[in-house]
């Protein structure tokens, strides 16, 4: 029985809906794990009678029920994870991705996002995806953050957020080869960033005044334009237009510095000009506990900031923590939006 989920104000949202992922990754043991820790109520949508002989495969005492709608999650939580079934077209053999059941793992994405929408779940959760194995099946999109966009229907390209205890980042460029990250690199797409990451700080996170940091792309941030010309003529002319916007922003500021103690409590969230300029110091403050949140959207989502783990899929040695501390994301920024709605 899980005894931390019992009423009171971390029931008072709808339940969460929490995405299966590839189903030969660890996001089902995932999810079971998560069942008993879990912060607030949640329900999966996955194939009943896979996650319940997952469960007595690895010995976990988590009893699985299947339910007919979110609106049953919150009595069944309290004793059993509520599953709302996602049928898969295979057997799913834990390390081996079948593109047979890509079309199961792309549905479960799809109900979550229409639930949320209408108002059914509070946010979405996603355990992470085998995009090759997607690719194989004919998925269109780089990965969950386009793919969400679309079902969401906005025009305006979303923002990957990534946050720890102690840290929030948003990297400017992400999947690129670093050599195409800096020539990818714009005033625009900084300014846009900034914009949208604000707003989510004072919407989704209730920081009534945020304030951002922007790093630098080159050593020393550029050393005056000795090392590179990047913050004079991208960087910092973003800078000058979110401040002239109200945005309290700082920088381009040296990112060998930018990430220690005292640094951070400077910021409530930093912009970053590639991939690892962001994710490194946030796994090295803090591996396990990783969010990765999707900024910009009319609905919140966030996820587990790892992958599927195949080479440990089925051994019982996955570590929910991530998963939780999504949960906990999720209910909090659910529950900043309706205050935020309910002032408005």
């Known amino acids: 029985m899980n005894p931390k989920v019992q009423g009171g104000p971390a029931t008072s949202l709808r339940p969460l809906a929490l995405t299966m992922g590839e189903p030969a990754g660890i996001g089902g043991e995932l999810a079971l794990a998560a069942w008993r820790a879990a912060p607030c109520c949640f ?3 996955d194939d009943p009678a896979r996650l319940g002989a997952l469960a007595e495969r690895l010995g976990l005492e988590v009893p699985v029920v299947a339910i007919a709608g979110p609106a049953e999650a919150e009595a069944v939580f309290p004793r059993a994870l509520p599953v709302l079934t996602q049928e898969l077209a295979a057997d799913v053999e834990p390390g081996r991705p079948d593109p047979a059941n890509a079309a199961a793992v792309i549905a479960a994405i799809e109900r979550a996002v229409a639930l949320v929408q209408a108002g059914e779940a509070a946010a979405v959760v996603t355990n992470p995806i085998q995009k090759e194995t997607l690719y194989r099946a004919g998925f269109r999109y780089p990965g969950h953050t386009e ?9 305006t390209a979303p923002v990957m957020m990534l946050a720890c205890p ?4 948003v990297p400017i460029t992400v999947h690129l080869p670093l050599a195409e990250a800096v020539g990818a690199l714009t005033t625009e797409a900084i300014v846009h960033a900034g914009r949208v990451t604000a707003a989510a700080l004072a919407a989704d996170f209730g920081i009534a005044a945020p304030r951002l940091a922007v ?3 080159n050593p020393h941030a550029g050393e005056g334009g000795t090392l590179g010309r990047e913050e004079a003529e991208i960087i910092a002319p973003a800078v000058a237009t979110l401040q002239a916007e109200g945005i309290a922003v700082t920088g ?3 990112a060998d510095s930018l990430f220690h103690a005292a640094a951070r409590a400077r910021y409530d969230a930093a912009l970053c000009m590639y991939h690892d300029q962001a994710l490194i110091p946030l796994k090295t403050i803090d591996f396990a506990r990783g969010v990765n949140i999707t900024l910009g959207l009319p609905f919140v989502r966030t996820s587990p900031d790892h992958g599927t783990a195949l080479d440990i899929a089925g051994q019982g040695r996955a570590d929910p923590q991530s998963l939780l501390a999504a949960f906990e994301t999720a209910r909090d920024m659910a529950r900043a939006r309706a205050a935020v709605r309910a002032i408005a």
């Open 43 to 45: 329900f999966a949508i």
């Open 166 to 169: 102690g840290l929030r980042v």
């Open 215 to 217: 790093a630098g792309l």
């Open 147 to 155: 793919y969400l966009a679309a079902l969401a229907g906005i025009d």
């Open 252 to 254: 381009p500021a040296p």
